[in-house]
Nanobody, 127 residues
Framework: QVQLVESGGGSVQAGGSLRLACATP????????MGWFRQAPGKEREGVAA???????NYADSVKGRFTISKDNAKNTLYLQMNSLKPGDTAMYYC?????????????????????WGQGTQVTVSS
């Protein structure tokens, strides 16, 4: 069973920074994509950033130049460094991963697909 556990959310003022982390204990599928999604109240979940097994990254236009996705395979952890935060970045942020067995449905972001989700971590940016 794939487990994804997010941390690092919080409240910051506009212009500030946060780093989200997603622990993935026992996740063996390093050749597949991992990513971050977010969902603001009243809006649909949207892709934010993804990284594939080769380390190639993809970002939503709204976060390009401000957010950086990375992973540390030795620590089994995915990160999202968020700089120059804006009130529009306020949302619940979810870690996502793909595994070839199990999972729930299939959600796409760029060329990546995802079928496992964390519980989410709240990010609130005030003006």
């Amino acid at each position: 069973q794939v487990q994804l556990v997010e941390s690092g959310g919080g409240s910051v003022q506009a212009g500030g920074s946060l780093r989200l982390a997603c622990a993935t204990p026992g996740y063996p599928y390093r050749s597949y994509c991992m990513g971050w999604f977010r969902q603001a109240p009243g809006k649909e979940r949207e892709g934010v950033a993804a990284i594939d097994g080769r380390g190639i990254t993809n970002y939503a236009d709204s976060v390009k130049g401000r957010f950086t996705i990375s992973k540390d395979n030795a620590k089994n952890t995915l990160y999202l460094q968020m700089n120059s935060l804006k009130p529009g970045d306020t949302a619940m942020y979810y870690c996502a991963a793909f595994a070839p067995v199990g999972g729930i449905g299939r959600t796409y972001f760029g060329e990546c697909s995802f079928n496992y989700w964390g519980q989410g971590t709240q990010v609130t940016v005030s003006s």
